[in-house]
């Protein structure tokens, strides 16, 4: 055969776990050349066997327009052959198996797309762009979607897999957009802003947990998103460290005036009171408690109202 379309073992790759389910997921029926060994998880899909090549690129011709497809392989001629005929496909790509390697490249591509479209119970249809943080997505037209229920106390309208109607999460309530969250660049009063709205939400709850900094979005508004909440051994020391890095960007170091000094000299309308709390805190090492934190940043925003530059009631 000619050499220009034998396989290459380069080509075929293994697959993560989770994307050898996505495909079978998506499968709709398996072409097996007889002898060829098919992985267990795919035991109770409809499968056909073939006994010689020519009769395997047959059936695929034929059920490639109305089925999606995993091809398996023993021989390098079957292989080749099965290659080439899915080259020729404009979509609906089948993945190929050969001795527990998989050449599933464009079949992935293809149903990374189908997965990735999502329906609500009016019948609207959304589409993921992006991963913002875990669970959290951006939908083409810039809503943000939450994955599962890790969000489902904001509201918003339940979402579903397209294909097969499965729940997914949530659609997140309409002032929670991709356009609406800051950029890395983030000013120190929405900082501020943010760090009282953690502070609410934080109160709100029962269970002494503090929110994981990874797992949290912060809005133009100062409004704060928390997919992940952790318990804290040392709870007044854990809202510290959340604290600074929220205010400053950085972790809390031996040095914490270093990191303070360039974002405290770019700050505009911080009162003179709010950062000799800093000071007192980051600086002189003072101890401060859940309680102190909400004294300060009570008057924090109450400076802030008198000086009219209240984000909305973002720290609600």
């Known amino acids: 055969m000619d050499e220009t379309i034998r396989l290459d073992a380069a080509e075929m790759t293994a697959l993560s776990p989770e994307d050898e389910q996505l495909l079978i997921k998506y499968a709709e029926a398996i072409i097996i050349e007889e002898g060829a060994q098919m992985p267990e998880a795919m035991a109770r899909m409809p499968k056909l066997t073939c006994t010689a090549p020519p ?5 695929i011709y034929h059920l490639q327009q ?7 392989t023993r021989t390098q001629m079957a292989t080749d052959l099965a290659r080439v005929l899915n080259r020729s496909f404009k ?3 089948f993945a190929m198996l050969s001795d527990g390697k998989w050449d599933a490249a464009e079949a992935l591509s293809e149903i990374r797309r189908l997965n990735s479209m999502l329906i609500d119970d009016a019948g609207n249809s959304l589409v993921i762009e992006s991963e913002v943080i875990p669970n959290i997505y951006a939908a ?3 809503r943000l979607l939450a994955m599962g229920d890790c969000l489902s106390e904001l509201g918003g309208e339940k ?3 397209k294909r097969f109607h499965d729940a997914w ?3 997140l309530p309409p002032q929670f957009t991709k356009e609406a969250l800051t950029g890395e660049e983030l000013d120190f009063t929405t900082r501020t802003f943010a760090t009282a709205n953690l502070l609410v939400q934080m ?7 503090v929110p994981v900094p990874e797992r949290t979005l912060v809005f133009q508004t100062g409004k704060c998103l928390v997919t992940e909440w952790e318990t804290a051994e040392d709870r007044d020391n854990a809202v510290r460290r959340v604290f600074f890095l929220l205010l400053f ?4 170091r031996g040095d914490a005036l270093a990191s303070m000094l360039p974002v405290l000299a770019e700050a505009e309308n911080v009162p003179e009171a709010f950062q000799l709390d800093l000071e007192r805190i980051y600086v002189n090492g003072a101890a401060c408690s859940f309680h102190k934190w909400n004294n300060i940043l009570e008057r924090l925003m109450l400076d802030y109202e008198e000086m009219g530059i209240l984000k909305g009631g973002a720290a609600e």
């Open 249 to 252: 960007g950085n972790e809390e």
């Open 159 to 161: 979402l579903y897999g």
């Open 140 to 142: 083409e037209n810039g």
């Open 203 to 209: 109160k709100k709850r029962s269970d002494g947990m």
């Open 66 to 72: 109305e089925k999606r497809l995993i091809v398996i």
């Open 55 to 59: 009769e395997l690129v047959e059936n």
């Open 91 to 93: 979509d609906n790509h």
């Open 169 to 171: 999460g949530t659609l």
